[in-house]
């Protein structure tokens, strides 16, 4: 299901295993990445504004829909 921020949110991928959402992502407030693990975006980010730091781990994209961001992306970890 689709994922739509309306205020700053974490997503902590603390197990090595990851987190994967299959949904789009849209909203327009900072997305903040931490962990070792991998999160993945399976469903487009068209829709999303925001900003998006990465403070460790992994952020990867696996969808065939639109990935762009009109945000900032703070890389302190990998971006794949």
Known sequence: SALTLQGEATID?????????SGALSGGDTLTMT????????GGTSGFTGDTHITSGTLA????GA???AGDIGNDGALT
Request: hydrophobic content about 35%; aromatic content about 8%; overall charge negative.
């Open 61 to 64: 994209f696996t969808s065939t």
């Open 13 to 21: 991928t603390a197990e090595t295993a990851g987190l994967t959402l």
């Open 67 to 69: 990935n762009t961001y």
């Open 35 to 42: 962990g070792v693990g991998t999160l993945t975006l399976g």
